[in-house]
């Protein structure tokens, strides 16, 4: 089991930058890539951007919404891993979710994992 917890959302106006931090915990050795998630109203939900952790260590894929705007990171030795935005829009306004997904192995398929989310709100 993994455990996600989000935290660092908020109101910001547009053009305004906002970090996001997302704490790992749990059985971590099997997780290939955690990032990050959005669901706006009435909107299914998106990827934002991920990182690689065991293949490709470090990548990065991001959402072309996105991209050259936010930067993913991770912290090994804490276990977490934010997402710094900047030059938000309003339509980046939505719950952002902290997503990890595990490497399928002989005895279990692979999983993903969810936070709770945390709400990003862009207004002026």
């Known amino acids: 089991q993994v455990q996600l917890v989000e935290s660092g959302g908020g109101l910001v106006q547009p053009g305004g930058s906002l970090s996001l931090s997302c704490a790992a915990s749990?059985?971590?050795?099997?997780?290939?890539?955690i990032g990050w998630y959005r669901q706006a109203p009435g909107k299914q939900r998106e990827l934002v951007a991920t990182i690689g952790i065991i293949h490709s260590p470090g990548s990065t894929n991001y959402a072309g919404a996105v991209q050259g705007r936010f930067i993913i990171s991770r912290d090994d030795a804490k276990n977490t891993v934010t997402l710094q935005m900047n030059s938000l829009k309003p339509e980046d306004a939505a719950v952002y979710y902290c997503?990890?997904?595990?490497?399928?192995?002989?005895?279990?398929?692979?999983?993903?994992?969810w936070g709770q989310g945390t709400q990003v709100t862009v207004s002026s």
């Open positions: 749990g059985t971590l050795y099997n997780v290939d890539r």
């Open positions: 997503n990890a997904k595990t490497l399928r192995t002989v005895v279990a398929p692979s999983q993903d994992y």
